[in-house]
């Protein structure tokens, strides 16, 4: 392979998230050394669909620049889930993003057993700042 890099971060589209996806990013190194997957929902079409586009992408990640890490991060106030108010509470909320952030890794470790799954999340406060956090 003539360029690779250490991981992959599969996020969804929103754009409220870039601030402190840069930030974190930034944090951690990982600028010049990431593909970035932006999808509505992030992982709810893992979560929900044999071989969503989501996995293919990941698979191609893998295959183009050998990445040895995976990072999936969900967010709350998410419109691909319905939007905050969707949900009965924000308990609700979090553990159905917490539920499909694990069905997602348990997919992609069945299909790269040698790659390091991360989870994450992203709560968007009321004010409009965004916390983010490793599950």
């Given at each position: 392979m003539?360029?690779?890099c250490s991981s992959v971060l599969v996020r969804c589209?929103?754009?409220r998230l870039g601030k402190e996806i840069s930030n974190y990013l930034n944090t951690e190194n990982l600028y010049g050394d990431?593909?970035?997957i932006s999808i509505a929902?992030?992982?709810?079409?893992i979560s929900q669909e044999n071989n969503s586009y989501a996995e293919s992408q990941v698979?191609?990640?893998?295959?183009l620049h050998n990445i040895n890490k995976v990072i999936l991060?969900?967010?709350t106030d998410c419109g691909g889930y319905g939007g905050k108010d969707a949900f009965?509470?924000?308990e609700d909320e979090l553990n159905q993003h917490k539920q499909d952030l694990n069905i997602a890794k348990n997919k992609l470790q069945t299909?790269?057993?040698d790659i390091e799954i991360t989870l994450m999340i992203a709560d968007i406060q009321e004010g409009g700042g965004v916390q983010i956090a490793t599950l």
């Open positions: 003539s360029h690779t589209i929103d754009f990431i593909d970035i929902g992030s992982t709810k079409s698979d191609l990640s893998k295959k991060m969900n967010h009965d509470s924000k299909r790269h057993p």
